[in-house]
Nanobody, 130 residues
Framework: QVQLAESGGGTAQLGGSLTLSCVGS????????MSWFRQSPGKARESVAGISKGGAYTVYADSVKGRFTISRDNTKKAVYLQMNSLKSEDTAVYYCNAGSEITYSSGSFRLTESHEDEYWGQGTQVTVSS
């Protein structure tokens, strides 16, 4: 049975930090690019950050660049999202995703990874309060 179990959500102060964790089971974790998405009330789900299968390449939404860091540990089948300098607009339900396409580009180098199967976690609420 495939499962993505998220943890670490909660309430943080404006300018504070939170770290989200997601542990996968039931699938070949190291063979999937991993991503974090988020969804606020009345808005579409959006990609926040992605990381390649081996962890060498990361991509971020412009809105979180320089503040959020995605990382993974394939030995633990886990992916993390370190969120710093939190803003009110970061308030959302955050979802862990396995398999969604990510594209990394730098200069003439371009890497695209995806998997034919795609899985989602149940979501974890992040609320930034002032």
């Amino acid at each position: 049975q495939v499962q993505l179990a998220e943890s670490g959500g909660g309430t943080a102060q404006l300018g504070g930090s939170l770290t989200l964790s997601c542990v996968g089971s039931g699938f070949d974790f190291s063979n999937y690019p991993m991503s974090w998405f988020r969804q606020s009330p009345g808005k579409a789900r959006e990609s926040v950050a992605g990381i390649s299968k081996g962890g060498a390449y990361t991509v971020y939404a412009d809105s979180v660049k320089g503040r959020f860091t995605i990382s993974r540990d394939n030995t633990k089948k886990a992916v993390y999202l370190q969120m710093n300098s939190l803003k009110s607009e970061d308030t959302a339900v955050y979802y862990c995703n396995a398999g969604s396409e990510i594209t990394y580009s730098s200069g003439s180098f371009r890497l695209t990874e995806s998997h034919e199967d795609e899985y989602w976690g149940q979501g974890t609420q992040v609320t930034v309060s002032s």
